[in-house]
């Protein structure tokens, strides 16, 4: 992986990490999804995929990777998507993606432990 993105799975929560150092491009997050998805081949449910994403760089995404990031929601396979940032515009943006897509499985927290208790619960 880049080293713009991390991506690694907890094995002991069962769920995946995603930690972005900088804004990434469009192939860096194409890369950061293709890791998510080889992370969730190996979490002892595949089909009960649950993502806690470190969203300090998601307000400054560009147009490309903010329409990339909402096509995975609409994975059947995700159950619970959960953003930990305190940025007002990406709670807006996160809001704006869930009316929009009709896709009620990603929240926003302030922090991590309030995140992991909902994808958890």
Do not use: N, Y
């Not at 990490?17 to 900088?22: G, S």
């Not at 860096?28 to 993502?51: G, M």
């Amino acid at each position: 992986m880049s080293t713009v993105c991390d991506v690694w799975l907890d094995e002991e929560r069962q769920i995946i990490r995603q930690r972005m150092h900088a804004e990434p491009d469009l192939a860096q997050f194409l890369a950061l999804e293709a890791e998510t998805k080889a992370c969730a081949r190996r979490l002892r449910c595949p089909q009960d995929v649950r993502i806690l994403v470190d969203g300090q760089w998601m307000g400054r995404m560009r147009k490309s990777v903010r329409a990339a990031a909402a096509t995975p929601l609409h994975d059947p396979e995700l159950k619970r998507l959960a953003v930990v940032t305190k940025s007002r515009v990406v709670r807006i943006l996160i809001r704006f993606m869930r009316v929009a897509t009709g896709v009620d499985k990603i929240r926003v927290f302030p922090d991590e432990v309030t995140a992991l208790a909902w994808l958890l619960s």
